[in-house]
């Protein structure tokens, strides 16, 4: 890993260890912190609606993150946000 994700630039350090037990990296051009593999997806605003939809259905929290493929937690924030 020679140049941060966020700047194109090299000048980073390791910083330590992520939860997911990853090492984290700091880029000291942009002040930021990064993974160099993430493994997070972005979620799409097909994926929003087909949420809005399951909750409005009556589905389960838990059977929505299982079904959409996301945390518990995203699917609560986004249920309360409707709210």
């Known amino acids: 890993m020679e140049i941060?994700?966020?700047c194109g630039l090299g000048d980073?350090?390791?910083n330590g260890y992520i939860t997911s037990e990853k090492q984290n990296y700091y880029c000291r051009n942009s002040?930021?912190?990064f993974v160099?593999?993430?493994e997070q997806r972005i979620v799409t605003e097909r994926d929003k609606a087909l949420e809005t939809?399951?909750?409005s259905e009556g589905l389960s929290i838990q059977a929505i993150s299982r079904v959409i493929?996301?945390?518990l937690q995203w699917v609560l924030d986004l249920a309360r946000t409707l709210s």
């Open 36 to 38: 160099e593999n993430p």
């Open 4 to 6: 941060g994700p966020c």
């Open 12 to 14: 980073i350090k390791k």
């Open 53 to 55: 939809r399951l909750v």
């Open 69 to 71: 493929g996301v945390s």
């Open 31 to 33: 002040a930021r912190n």
